[in-house]
């Protein structure tokens, strides 16, 4: 690596920290929905301690903000499930006293378990978890244009204004600011002033409102009522916690965790609040075995005799730990619905197009292990890819091989960073040039779609007259993105016989939403596992394969494909950062500003993505920022919906709101939606970028980002660049500290033991 010496500026400017909170504590609501959360280094923080997804504008509602129609169909039929069930009660329920059934039968395991009245063991016995129909994914053909042109995130229409005024008042009245009056209408419907008046908590659904706030609300509507031991708030903390865990990833909380929490919290109770929050139908409760270290998760204990342990249960036999949790019923119902579709593609046999023979063939003119990712697709519904940037190479070996079979194939990522960047490579000359037969020719990169506008049918087949996509193969790049609820509709849109390829790199940041899909079916050994043996190449391929295996070596770098700019404070940082995309890279390198992306662990800070797209605002595109701090040539990031990144400039800005131009054509973003969903994008998060490959990249890291560093976030950082990696560097022995020694957070899921009884182990 070389280093690029420069003298020092004196910028001594410290991170923000808010500091610990305190529960109960009444407060405002603050407005801010883009940057709720967030501290100066990490992209934000969760209640947990645990670090949420950096996308702007994450806690905006998906009723509000989503552009997907599968998304808005499957939170429709949620909430009428919800209002359904909660219509059906005369009255409050106390500690579950109304509840009969298989609901009852949880709640009664649930107490005797915690409190020791009966062992897990003979309460829960064999578990077997019941199995619910996912949301009907929604069926519509495939229209003329690829991607419609007009209003980001049209929907259903908003909250009625004369609904608005009345929360307004009721908003004003309690003391919050008025600013949440459309999110709160749209959240809790026509009777929305009401709602707030018996049960001022329910202020807490709304995206960045936090307890303490909620708390001075009630306080200033309900007066001497208010108190912490109230059941409303109780239910209303649960909720809130279980939602901020889906934001780091969880799709559902360890019963003690949870508990442990809401106490700290400031909950009294919490045992009865979780009590109360099942009986209300807000929450469900779960119970999954415990296995020995190093065993698959869920499979059954192998008896004496080799029975899978039938006596595991029994008098003589040893007691089965289980674990207790609680997860909010859309993504419990997602993560049962994922293992279901998986499960069955897995146990049907795939359609057979063309003969053994032909496979063979289009194998053995395939080069390297893309023959072995082919015949491992011959053959089986499911199977993963795994490897680096290069081996992208060999989906597109396999497309262009079942392409020359038959096959309907085609490729999807979870954005349109990922789909461009691979139709780039399915559009092009064959990756080898030796390669001969099926893998000269093949589909083009219209053949790459992203997996919300397959979903919805704005790109790609469309559907089938049985409403499955009308497809053979799917191969989904970037598989690692994939969360729950994006992975459930895919696996149960998919038709029976179909193959499904989930390709990607293991060692990458996981998804924004919550689940670990990629990393759990890795774990879980219940298909074909490719391993690609393609290296990536050069410098760059070199040090991002050693952070991979968690060493930061030194690499030689001739021709300045890796270049270490120390800095001393986050000032410096800013100043170093503007300075290498407008002056020193493309001179040197020869990599314009326009191709230069700059990563930051964070939104806040003196050298977050705020201060630095301020920065190179300010020398790239000077102007007054006459539309919400926007002008037209802005580089910009427009996040339509949570983890959805549509990269892309600012064509004008009129009545209708601001025009952008992105990938795949123009998207108008009403005024009241531009400062919660679009940011200057000169400047991103780790998160941001996934999927996304440029020619030159420049990675900040400011002494203020220590906290945030971990292994996969260098990984992908590092990994964004495709010719020249400028590192600003200022955390000393941080970074690596980090790679050698951070790994990925871990989060809670329950795919692998919803997979166990139904898949059969590969080996």
């Not at 600013?179 to 709304?206: F, H, I, K, M, N």
């Not at 919805?456 to 790049?477: I, K, M, N, Q, S």
Request: charged share 25%; aromatic share 2%.
């Amino acid at each position: 690596m070389s280093t690029e010496p420069e003298p020092a500026s004196k910028d001594t400017t410290d991170a923000v920290d808010p500091g610990p909170e305190t529960p109960g504590t009444a407060q405002a609501p603050a407005p801010d929905a883009g940057d709720a959360g967030e501290t100066a280094a990490p992209d934000s923080a969760s209640a947990d301690g645990t670090a949420a997804p950096d996308s702007a504008g994450a806690g905006e509602t998906a009723a509000q903000v989503s552009e997907g129609e599968a998304e808005l169909a499957a939170q429709r039929v949620e909430r009428e499930r919800i209002e359904r069930r909660k219509a059906e009660k005369q009255g409050p329920i106390d500690a579950g006293g109304k509840l009969s059934g298989t609901a009852a039968d949880l709640l009664a395991a649930v107490r005797a378990v915690e409190s020791g009245e009966k062992p897990a063991a003979a309460v829960f016995g064999t578990p077997e978890p019941a199995r619910r129909p996912a949301p009907e994914p929604v069926r519509r053909p495939r229209p003329e244009a690829a991607e419609p042109t007009g209003a980001a995130g049209a929907g259903p229409a908003g909250p009625a204004p004369r609904t608005v005024e009345s929360v307004r008042r009721v908003l004003a009245e309690g003391g919050a600011p008025e600013a949440l009056a459309s999110r709160t209408a749209a959240l809790l419907g026509e009777g929305a002033e009401d709602a707030l008046r018996a049960d001022p908590w329910q202020l807490l659904r709304v995206a960045t409102v936090r307890p303490e706030q909620a708390d001075g609300f009630a306080r200033a509507l309900l007066g001497a009522e208010c108190g912490p031991d109230d059941e409303r708030r109780g239910r209303a903390v649960t909720v809130w916690l279980l939602e901020q865990a889906a934001l780091a990833g969880h799709t559902a909380l360890e019963l003690p965790r949870l508990t442990a929490t809401l106490a700290q919290r400031g909950v009294p109770d919490p045992d009865a609040a979780v009590q109360s929050t099942l009986a209300e139908g807000e929450a469900l409760a779960f119970q999954d075995a415990l296995d020995e270290p190093g065993a698959r998760p869920g499979a059954p204990a192998d008896g004496p005799e080799g029975t899978g342990g039938e006596d595991a249960g029994g008098e003589e036999g040893e007691e089965r730990p289980v674990r207790v949790l609680i997860g909010l019923e859309r993504y419990a119902l997602a993560e049962e619905s994922l293992a279901d579709g998986l499960a069955r593609l897995v146990n049907s046999a795939p359609k057979q197009d063309g003969s053994a023979a032909d496979w063979e063939q289009a194998a053995a003119s395939a080069p390297g292990s893309a023959a072995d990712l082919i015949r491992a697709v011959a053959g089986h519904g499911l199977v993963l890819h795994t490897g680096g940037e290069a081996s992208l190479a060999e989906p597109v070996a396999l497309l262009r091989a079942a392409h020359a079979l038959g096959l309907r194939a085609w490729a999807a990522a979870p954005g349109p960073l990922g789909r461009d960047r691979f139709a780039a490579l399915l559009g092009g000359p064959p990756s080898d040039p030796d390669a001969s037969g099926p893998a000269a020719s093949g589909p083009d990169a219209s053949a790459a779609v992203t997996v919300t506008g397959l979903l919805t049918g704005t790109e790609g087949p469309g559907r089938d007259a049985d409403g499955a996509l009308d497809l053979d193969l799917l191969v989904v790049v970037d598989a690692p993105q994939l969360d729950v609820e994006a992975g459930a509709l895919l696996a149960e849109s998919l038709p029976d016989g179909a193959r499904l390829v989930l390709a990607g790199d293991p060692a990458v940041l996981w998804s924004v939403g919550p689940g670990r899909v990629f990393a759990d079916l890795l774990a879980a050994r219940v298909c074909p596992q490719i391993a690609s043996r393609r290296p990536d190449p050069g410098p760059l391929g070199e040090l991002v394969s050693g952070i991979g295996i968690g060493e930061l070596g030194q690499v030689e770098a001739p021709g300045k494909e890796i270049v270490i700019v120390p800095v001393r404070d986050a000032g410096e940082a800013v100043h170093r950062t503007v300075q290498l995309v407008a002056d020193s890279v493309p001179r040197a390198i020869g990599v314009p500003a326009e191709e230069t992306q700059v990563i930051t662990p964070g939104h806040g800070g003196a050298a977050g993505t705020r201060a630095l797209n301020a920065a190179l605002k300010e020398r790239l595109n000077p102007g007054p920022g006459r539309f919400g701090g926007f002008d037209p040539g802005d580089r910009v990031v427009h996040t339509p919906a949570p983890g959805r990144v549509l990269p892309g400039r600012v064509v004008k800005a009129d009545a209708e709101g601001l025009h952008l131009s992105c990938t795949g054509g123009t998207v108008i973003v009403p005024r009241d939606r531009v400062d919660g969903s679009v940011r200057h994008g000169w400047a991103l998060t780790a998160h941001q970028a996934l999927g996304g490959r440029w020619p030159a990249v420049v990675v900040v890291l400011p002494g203020d980002a220590v906290q945030a560093l971990s292994r996969p976030w260098i990984y992908t950082a590092f990994g964004r660049a495709a010719r020249h990696l400028s590192v600003v560097h200022g955390v000393d022995q941080a970074l690596p500290r980090a790679v050698a020694e951070i790994p990925a957070k871990p989060r809670t899921t329950r795919l692998p033991v919803l997979l166990a009884p139904q898949v059969p182990v590969t080996g």
